[in-house]
Each structure stands twice: as structure tokens, then as C-alpha cells.
């Protein structure tokens, strides 16, 4: 066993950790468990992305986001999901997408913002293509039916 000298703010920092780690297992963890932790669980990201992760934290408090620990796990639940292709992003310019907000309002559209207007648009379109798609399938239906029962009176005809 090793003895380590640490400042009273990396001592802080560790606590912190720990009381992290037990409350992730529901059991008591060392302090060993916490360095184990960090060793095995970091990511080293390079300094100039952290920065700007810590900038863009700063800049755009109202998004909720109070540490880049925090920040960068929402950022990979995010890329996870794009990535797993549960779901289809489309980037949209902001200023395209303010101004779709403001025409809603100006145009009063039965919407409450752009997100909800495109969702409206998307479901929409595709009620209308089911309906088609089933339409059709029932026109086909229909007239394999008629077909069927032509051939049928064309074998057995009407034999009076």
C-alpha cells in the first residue's frame, strides 16, 4: 500500500466522486474505489475541447447544463441514439426555423411552433399515404375478387 499526498480541492474532488460511486452501487466505496474508478472510467479529452465545452456551458445556462460531466454524458446519449438509428435527425438552419415559428404565429396556423408544425406535417402525410396505400390494396383486392369469380362463370358457365 501507497500513501499519496493530495491538495484539499483534488481531496474534494475525490469525496465527491466517492459519494457518486455509492450512490450508483448502494454500498460503501473507498477511496481506492473512487481512484479505481476514475482510472478505469475517464475519458481524457483534449484541452481544447473541454474548454469549449466549458465555454459553451457558460454561454447557454439556460440549457440546464451546470458541469461538462454532465454536458458530455447528455452528448453521448445523444450520439448513441443518432448512431443505434432509433431516430432520423434533420438539420434545419436556425434562422429558417425562427422564421417558420414566426410565420405560424403571423399566420395562425394550428400550431404551436415549428417542431409541433412539422410533426403535424409528417403524421399527415403519412395518415394520407396509409390510406392510399390500403385503398389501393383494397381496389386490387376487389379486383382480383371480380377476376376470380369471372373465371369461375367462365368454367362453369350457365348451364340451364
Known amino acids: 500500500m501507497k500513501t499519496l499526498k493530495i491538495s484539499d480541492d483534488v481531496h474534494q474532488r475525490l469525496t465527491s466522486l466517492l459519494g457518486e460511486l455509492m450512490a450508483?452501487?448502494?454500498?460503501m466505496q473507498t477511496y481506492q474505489d473512487a481512484i479505481e474508478a476514475m482510472l478505469s472510467q475517464s475519458v481524457i479529452l483534449p484541452p481544447e475541447l473541454l474548454s469549449e465545452v466549458e465555454a459553451f456551458i457558460?454561454?447557454?445556462k439556460h440549457r440546464g447544463y451546470t458541469t461538462r460531466e454532465e454536458f458530455v454524458r447528455d452528448a453521448?446519449?445523444?450520439?448513441?441514439?443518432?448512431?443505434?438509428?432509433?431516430?432520423?435527425?434533420?438539420?434545419?438552419l436556425?434562422?429558417?426555423?425562427?422564421?417558420l415559428n414566426r410565420a405560424i404565429e403571423v399566420l395562425e396556423l394550428p400550431a404551436r411552433n415549428a417542431g409541433e408544425y412539422i410533426h403535424d406535417i409528417l403524421d399527415g402525410v403519412l395518415k394520407e399515404y396509409e390510406f392510399?396505400?390500403?385503398?389501393d390494396f383494397d381496389?386490387?383486392?376487389?379486383?382480383?375478387?371480380?377476376?376470380?369469380?369471372?373465371?369461375?362463370?367462365e368454367l362453369y358457365g350457365d348451364k340451364k
Open 24 to 27: 450508483q452501487t448502494s454500498k
Open 58 to 60: 457558460e454561454k447557454n
Open 76 to 92: 453521448i446519449r445523444f450520439r448513441l441514439d443518432w448512431l443505434n438509428e432509433e431516430y432520423e435527425y434533420v438539420e434545419i
Open 94 to 99: 436556425k434562422k429558417k426555423y425562427e422564421k
Open 132 to 135: 392510399r396505400v390500403q385503398h
Open 139 to 153: 381496389e386490387r383486392s376487389r379486383k382480383e375478387e371480380e377476376e376470380y369469380l369471372k373465371e369461375i362463370e
